[in-house]
Each structure stands twice: as structure tokens, then as C-alpha cells.
């Protein structure tokens, strides 16, 4: 088992600490560490990977740092969880297949659940085009 990991250990201060716009990434962020805690790997071994993953994806024209950032991240878990045996590529893909279709068969406003992958839509996401042309009035 590796030692407790503190914010400076992986570029944070206790002041700043980790910044996250959704709370997908807050959860990524705690599975790696605790999966690093638990010894599935070292550190500098997810940092390794993590740094290729940045190198040979950097970010688009159009994410935000924390959109590339947590895309980077997501990918250098899926990475490192195949190199050490701790999920097939075919149950990574799966999972994301899942959560996919979660996300199609889940309302808008609500938020996306895994249970939701095998419900049928709440609505269609295929929008009829209006048949009708809408009068827009002029301000008075």
C-alpha cells in the first residue's frame, strides 16, 4: 500500500486545492488517487501515463483547460486499468457503452444514472422539423 497522498503530491496546494466543473471529474480525480493508494499503481507511474496521454492528445481549440484536462485524465485511466489487468479494453468499452446510452434515456435537467442505460427514452431525441412557419411580429 502506498502512503496517504496529499495535495502536493499531485500539484495542488491545500489552499487552491482541486478544481472541478462537474462532479464526473471530482469522482475520476478520487479514483485514480485512490487507486494509487491502494497500490494498483505508483504515482510516477500514473503520472507517466497521464504526461503521454497530455503529450499526444493536448487539448482542442474549442475545451476549456478543465474539458482537455479531465479528457486527458479519463483516457490515462482507461489506459493505465488495461496495462495493469484491472479491466479489459472490451469492459472499459462496454462500461462507456453503458453509460451512453444512460445518457440518451435520461431526461434533460435530471441528472445521468447507470441504471437508466437499459430504460427506454423519457422522451424521442429525434425532433420532428416544424411543419408550420412561426409569424414573428415586429416590437411595437
Request: aromatic share 8%.
Amino acid at each position: 500500500m502506498t502512503p496517504d497522498l496529499d495535495l502536493a503530491q499531485v500539484g495542488l496546494s491545500k489552499e487552491e486545492g482541486p478544481s472541478f466543473d462537474e462532479p464526473w471529474q471530482a469522482q475520476a480525480f478520487s479514483i485514480v488517487v485512490q487507486l494509487s493508494k491502494v497500490g494498483a499503481f505508483t504515482w510516477k507511474e500514473w503520472v507517466d501515463v497521464f504526461s503521454t496521454e497530455i503529450r499526444e492528445h493536448p487539448a482542442g481549440s474549442r475545451e476549456s483547460t478543465n474539458t482537455a484536462y479531465y479528457r486527458q485524465w479519463m483516457a490515462a485511466l482507461e489506459t493505465i486499468v488495461a496495462q495493469r489487468g484491472l479491466a479489459t479494453s472490451e469492459d472499459v468499452e462496454t462500461r462507456k457503452e453503458m453509460w451512453r446510452q444512460a445518457y440518451i434515456h435520461t431526461p434533460h435537467g435530471e441528472p445521468v444514472r447507470l441504471q437508466n442505460a437499459c430504460c427506454a427514452p423519457a422522451h424521442s431525441h429525434e425532433h420532428v422539423a416544424m411543419r408550420t412557419p412561426i409569424t414573428i411580429s415586429p416590437a411595437r
